[in-house]
C-alpha cells in the first residue's frame, strides 16, 4: 500500500497561486499512477490532475488546463500541483492518490484510485 500526506493548503485572492505538496511513500507498483482530485460538498470527487511516475507523463482537467501544473521530484517521493491563476471555483477539499497502472494513467476517475491522502483545504476569495 502506498501512503500519502498533502500540505500547503490555504487561502489566495483570485489570480493568486499555491502550491500543493504531498508526501508519497510504500511500494513502487501501487503509486504508478499518482494524482490531485478535489471535492466540494454535495458534489462528486473530481480528478485535477495526474501523472505516471516512471513515465513523466501528464493529464489535466479541462478546468485546470493551462493553469494548473502537476509534477514530482527526482526522487518520486513527491507530488506538486502548482496552481495558477486561481478562480473562486478552485475552491475545494484536495486530495493526493494513488494506484498501479490498471487502467492506464490519465484516466481520472476517482474510484479507481486506491489509496488516499487525508486533503488539504484551498479556500480562493474574489
Known amino acids: 500500500r502506498v501512503q500519502l500526506v498533502e500540505s500547503g493548503g490555504g487561502s489566495a485572492q483570485t489570480g493568486g497561486s499555491l502550491r500543493l505538496s504531498c508526501a508519497i511513500s510504500?511500494?513502487?507498483?501501487?503509486?504508478?499512477?499518482v494524482g490531485w482530485f478535489r471535492q466540494v460538498p454535495g458534489k462528486i470527487r473530481e480528478g485535477v490532475a495526474d501523472i505516471d511516475s516512471e513515465r513523466g507523463g501528464t493529464t489535466y482537467a479541462d478546468s485546470v488546463k493551462g493553469r494548473f501544473i502537476v509534477s514530482q521530484d527526482n526522487d518520486k517521493t513527491t507530488l506538486y500541483l502548482s496552481m495558477n491563476n486561481l478562480k473562486p471555483e478552485d475552491t475545494a477539499m484536495y486530495y493526493c492518490a494513488a494506484r498501479d497502472r490498471r487502467y492506464r494513467c490519465g484516466d481520472l476517475r476517482w474510484d479507481i484510485f486506491i489509496d488516499w491522502g487525508q486533503g488539504t483545504q484551498v479556500t480562493v476569495s474574489s
Open positions: 510504500g511500494d513502487a507498483y501501487s503509486r504508478q499512477c
